[in-house]
């Protein structure tokens, strides 16, 4: 029972490379959504998807690319990372609007 | 006015002392409501919905008081492992994907 898994864990990278972060839950929860943690903030809201081929913006998208082909997979893509982009992110899934999350384990960015 | 607030702490408290945390939200529509515990910036863990009626769970009880738009927890008989951040969780309308976090609420239980 994986639950939901977070690829890599801990990265770090150049800026002005692409990264792609890897989430995969084995619920099929229907939403999926992305976090970055920074100190000083709560968990802001990258991007969610309601389902396979749904995503939409959420409170920080700029400089993030999301897409969903399958229900089990919701990668995130820094297309050229900045700086401002180190962070701590965390993939969570739920089963529907409004309920319980699952949060994956986390991957740590640094952007150098 | 932020949408979720909470006391930052630490709450500092020695092992079996009853501890109690509030978290206010701004927007009286709020629908759903979550305590999340999270160790050294580990991911958050779901610790309790929190419903209308109050709920309890072994050594952690949570209430909801609509009317003054906040929510609780309470923790008796405290462990060194509670030692953590409590984070406040509420989605503000029904059926939404936006969850507001707010950022969390230090405990270190003392030995």
């Known amino acids: 029972d994986a639950g939901i898994t977070q690829s890599p864990r801990y990265k770090i990278t150049e800026t002005g490379r692409q990264v792609t972060l890897m989430c995969h839950q084995t619920w099929s929860h229907s939403y999926m959504f992305w976090y970055r943690q920074d100190l000083g903030h709560g968990l802001r809201l990258i991007y969610y998807s309601a389902a396979a081929d749904i995503t939409d913006k959420g409170e920080v998208p700029d400089g993030y690319v999301v897409s969903r082909s399958k229900t089990e997979n919701f990668p995130l893509t820094l297309e050229s990372a900045t700086r401002s982009q180190t962070s701590v992110y965390f993939c969570a899934s739920s089963a529907g609007a409004g309920g319980e999350q699952y949060f994956g384990p986390g991957t740590r960015l640094t952007v150098t | 006015r932020k949408e979720v607030e909470q006391d930052p702490g630490p709450f500092n408290v020695p092992e079996g002392a009853t501890v109690a945390f509030n978290c206010t939200y701004s927007n009286s529509a709020s629908q759903s409501f979550f305590w999340y515990r999270q160790d050294c910036r580990k991911e958050p863990k779901l610790l309790m919905s929190v419903y209308s009626s109050g709920n309890e769970d072994g050594r952690f009880t949570a209430q909801l008081n609509r009317a003054s738009q906040y929510i609780s927890l309470l923790i008796r008989d405290s462990k060194l492992s509670d030692s953590a951040t409590y984070l406040c969780?509420?989605?503000?309308?029904?059926?939404?994907?936006?969850?507001?976090f707010g950022t969390g609420t230090r405990l270190k239980v003392l030995a």
């Open positions: 969780v509420v989605t503000p309308t029904p059926g939404t994907y936006k969850y507001i």
